[in-house]
C-alpha cells in the first residue's frame, strides 16, 4: 500500500512539474509531506481546469465534469481507482483538507463554460472564490494554522491573485469573448468589450486598469497579513507565491496597465525580483486582542495595525 501511495504521489508530482507553473518552485520550500500534498492538490486543480479548457462541445465538458464531480466525491470517500484519485484522498485525510473546498473547484471551473457576464464586483468575486480561493483555503490547510481568521486572509489572497490574472490576461482573453471584468464598472469608465481589442489603450481603458490595479493592490495589503498565521514552512511557501504574484502586479503596474500591447511575463529578472520582495517581506501584525468574547469568532473582521511594508523592485 505504501508503495502505491509513493508512486500516487509520484504521478502528481509529474503532473505539477509538465504544467511549468510559477508556484511549483514556492513547493520546494515545503517538508517532504506537505510537498507531495500540495502536488496532489495542484495536479486535481490541473486535470479539472483541463476538462474546461478541451474543445469538446460546451455540454460534452459540461457531462465530463459532472462525471469528475462524481468521482472526487467516491474518492473523498475511499472509493479510488487513479494514483490521483489516491495521493488527493491521502492529502484530504492527512491534512484535514474541507471537502467543499475541492467541490467549490470543481464548481469554479464550470463557471467558465459559459463566456463570462459579470454584471458587479461581488459577482466577479464569487467566481474568484470558486477559481482561487478555494484552492487557497485548501493551501492553507496543507500549510497549517490555528487561527480561523486566516481563511478570511486566504479568501481574500485568493481574489487577489485571480484578479491580477485577469487584468495579465485581459487582451487574450478579450480575443476569445472573454471579459471578465464586471459591466457595472465598464460603464463607469466608458469602456466597452471591443476595447480591449485594440492594441493601443484609450484614455478611458487606461483610468479602468489603474482603477483595477488600485483594488487589487488594497486586496494584497488586506491579505499579507495570513503569513503570521500559518506554520512556518508553511508561511515561507505563501510568502514566496504571495510575493511572486505581487510582483507580477507591479509589472504591470509600471507599464501603466498596458496589457494590450503585449502580455506580462516575470522571466527571469521578475522572479529575481519575487525572490528578493520574499525575503524583504514583512508581513503586517493582527491585532490579536480585537474579538469579543460574545460574538462568534467567524463574525469578526480581521484589525490591522499597520500597513504591509512588502516592497518590491520596480513598483
Known amino acids: ?44 486543480s490541473r486535470l479539472t481546469d483541463d476538462l474546461a479548457d478541451s474543445n469538446e462541445p460546451a455540454d460534452a465538458r459540461r457531462a465530463q465534469l459532472a462525471e469528475w464531480r462524481a468521482e472526487l466525491e467516491c474518492a473523498l470517500r475511499g472509493d479510488y481507482c487513479s494514483p490521483l484519485w489516491r495521493a488527493l484522498h491521502d492529502a484530504t485525510v492527512r491534512f484535514s483538507i474541507p471537502d467543499k473546498y ?9 463557471m467558465d ?20 480561493s478555494a484552492v487557497g483555503l485548501a493551501c492553507i ?41 464586471p459591466r457595472q464598472e465598464l460603464l463607469r469608465f466608458d469602456c466597452h468589450p471591443e476595447d480591449f481589442h485594440s492594441e493601443t489603450m484609450s484614455e478611458q481603458v487606461r483610468n479602468l486598469l489603474r482603477f483595477q490595479i488600485a483594488f487589487v493592490e488594497r486586496l494584497y495589503d488586506e491579505a499579507a497579513p495570513l503569513a503570521t498565521l500559518l506554520h512556518p514552512h ?15 502586479l507591479e509589472e504591470i503596474k509600471r507599464g501603466d496597465g ?18 528578493a520582495a520574499a525575503l524583504r517581506f514583512r508581513p503586517t501584525k493582527i491585532d490579536t486582542t480585537s ?19 512588502i516592497r518590491q523592485s520596480g513598483s
Not at 167 to 173: A, F, M
Request: proline share 4%.
Open 258 to 275: 498596458d496589457v494590450l500591447s503585449r502580455r506580462i511575463r516575470l522571466g527571469y529578472r521578475g522572479k529575481l525580483k519575487a525572490i
Open 113 to 132: 463554460l459559459m463566456p463570462p457576464n459579470y454584471q458587479t464586483s461581488e459577482e466577479l468575486r464569487d467566481y474568484c472564490y470558486h477559481v482561487a
Open 141 to 181: 490547510h496543507i500549510f497549517g494554522f490555528e487561527d480561523e481568521r486566516a481563511e478570511t486572509l486566504a479568501e481574500t489572497c485568493g481574489v487577489a491573485f485571480q484578479m491580477t490574472n485577469i487584468l495579465r490576461d485581459l487582451s487574450e482573453d478579450a480575443e476569445q469573448g472573454r471579459i471578465y471584468l
Open 102 to 110: 475541492l467541490f467549490a473547484i470543481v464548481d469554479g471551473v464550470a
Open 291 to 309: 474579538r469579543r468574547p460574545d460574538v462568534p469568532p467567524h463574525m469578526h473582521s480581521t484589525k490591522i495595525q499597520s500597513r504591509s511594508t
Open 234 to 248: 508553511g508561511r515561507r511557501a505563501f510568502i514566496l507565491m504571495f510575493s511572486t504574484y505581487r510582483t507580477l
Open 1 to 44: 500500500m505504501t508503495n502505491d501511495l509513493d508512486e500516487a504521489y509520484r504521478y502528481c508530482e509529474r503532473i505539477s512539474q509538465r504544467s511549468a507553473s510559477s508556484f511549483l518552485w514556492s513547493f520546494r520550500l515545503l517538508p517532504r509531506d506537505q510537498r507531495r500534498a500540495m502536488c496532489a492538490l495542484y495536479a486535481f
